[in-house]
């Protein structure tokens, strides 16, 4: 299991990506309370379940789920005016 994986990462993926939690468990032939515990951090994710994510269905790297990631490169308009408060 990989602990490493930042969870708001993978929840801001997914939401990026227009799925909601349903839908990426169906994608993923997971059950959708395992895809909620990931984005929760409750419970971590196999190698091969993060490459799934990764390449098969959020089309970019297995880094961008490690801790800090994407953050520098993706923040959303909500992000930025929230840290600047």
Do not use: C
């Not at 930042?6 to 468990?25: F, T, V």
């Not at 994510?53 to 089309?59: D, G, I, V």
Request: proline content about 2%; glycine content about 4%; hydrophobic content about 40%.
């Amino acid at each position: 299991m990989i602990s490493a994986v930042n969870p708001a990462i993978i929840k801001w993926a997914r939401e990026r990506s227009g799925l909601s939690i349903d839908d990426l468990a169906r994608l993923m032939k997971r059950d959708p309370e395992e895809v909620q515990k990931w984005e929760d951090g409750d419970r971590s994710l196999s190698y091969t379940a993060l490459e799934d994510l990764a390449y098969r269905h959020f089309k970019t790297e297995v880094s961008h789920f490690f801790s800090g990631g994407m953050k520098w490169k993706y923040f959303s308009t909500a992000q930025i005016i929230n840290q600047n408060k």
